[in-house]
């Protein structure tokens, strides 16, 4: 193979039925900064992207469910994992408990929670496994 392998996330799409609600959560939350809003055909808002750093982005799709969507989307993705420091951990998971966020799941090197439709939301430093054994689940 003469091209190299990927480097990285380039975006992620998620179909969601509340665009409004989705946006604000991973804008007011996690604090992902709007790169761009896309209008459908109609003058509904379509899609929002938010700017996860090095270029990557997260593009927030509105499904069938909502005005200006596409009619082939369902609402989900199985995960999507963010890049954060190991030492943002702790002040990661202060900052979900705060925002009422729920921790599901946590590993060594990620803590998993759910967005407002359901979505799987990992906060990964891997490959720095956490100094400390992760907390019990909730």
């Not at 899609?47 to 369902?74: C, K």
């Not at 609402?75 to 002040?91: E, K, S, T």
Request: proline residues 9%.
């Amino acid at each position: 193979m003469s091209a190299p392998p990927p480097g990285g996330v380039h975006h992620l799409a998620i179909a969601v039925r509340d665009l409004a609600a989705t946006t604000a959560f991973y804008e007011g939350v996690l604090g992902l900064p709007i790169l761009r809003r896309w209008p459908a055909a109609d003058g509904a808002l379509r899609s929002i992207w938010l700017d996860l750093g090095g270029g990557a982005f997260l593009a927030l799709e509105r499904t069938a469910s909502g005005a200006g969507a596409r009619d082939d989307q369902t609402p989900g993705l199985q995960m999507v994992a963010l890049r954060i420091a190991r030492a943002a951990r702790a002040d990661w998971e202060t900052r979900l408990a705060a925002a009422g966020v729920a921790v599901v799941h946590r590993t060594a090197y990620t803590v998993y929670f759910r967005d407002p439709e359901g979505n799987r939301v990992g906060l990964s430093h891997w490959p720095d496994e956490s100094p400390e054994p992760p907390a019990p689940e909730a």
